[in-house]
């Protein structure tokens, strides 16, 4: 198989995103829907996509027909010879394709919050999303994990799901860029525990709230200022977000949460809820977030 401009595109996109619905990949390619289903299909065939097995449970239980890819094996020399990307696994392929049920469904919550994203800056114009292989951060080693101290003394790590930045202009034409760190909250972890040392959703929250007072973004990340994405599953579960994020001692307008309906608006429009205050907001309704903590 010679491989063209737009298979290269595909499996761009879909090293970006880890996971990508047929009709996503669609989306953000553009084109006749039809030949670019068979190309798909033809790049699956011959080793360079691969079709997570765990999407079959989906369809059983009335999930979305649409396939999901993965990278293949074959995809392996192209990503290394162009974006000197190097991959230690001998069964890449085999890898994604068997990945389970819960680790696809989270992957997926993340690349729909992305896709939408992107296809919202499309729309708006004026405004770049940037990823994590476009942005050049400070850290050279691991710059999307970090650890940060409680005042408690406990050391919790902090891995966000995404990292990504959007450019744009402000009302005088002078460029801003934003970075933003996502959580893609399916509602499986519980929101408050009784303690640090327990998986909490809070205690994402509290880590994020250090990273910000103790500046940690600025001497590891070299940035100035970001926003904590979050997107559950429904309505009753931001409410319990947000009455968690009110028990922080400051910081509540570094937080945005949503239930995934969000994914059918825009979201840079009011349809996030801010982090203390009933107050909805759009992504880039910011704050002075350069000048400090924020209550």
Known sequence: ?????????????????????????????????????????????????????????????????????????????????????????????????AVGRIFLEHALLVSDMMVSLELACRKHGGIKPLYEDQLALRSEREPFQWRVKTPGGIRLGVIPDRVFALEYRDQNGRPERVHFFLEADRGTMPVVRSGLTQTSFYRKLIAYEATWTQKIHQRRLGIHRFRVLTVTTVAARVTSLLEACSQLKRGHGLFLFADRTVLEKDPFSAVWRRGKSSETAGILDLPNLASGPVS
């Open 1 to 97: 198989m010679r491989l063209t401009e737009r298979d290269h595109r595909i499996i761009r996109l879909v090293h970006r995103h880890r996971f990508l619905r047929s009709t996503q990949i669609v989306a953000l390619i553009g084109g006749s829907p039809q030949q670019l289903l068979r190309r798909l299909k033809l790049l699956y065939h011959h080793g360079y996509l691969e079709r997570p097995r765990a999407q079959i449970d989906r369809y059983g239980n009335g999930g979305s027909q649409h396939i999901i890819y993965g990278l293949g094996s074959k995809s392996r020399a192209f990503l290394k010879q162009e974006l000197n990307v190097d991959f230690r696994e001998v069964s890449w392929g085999e890898k994604n394709r």
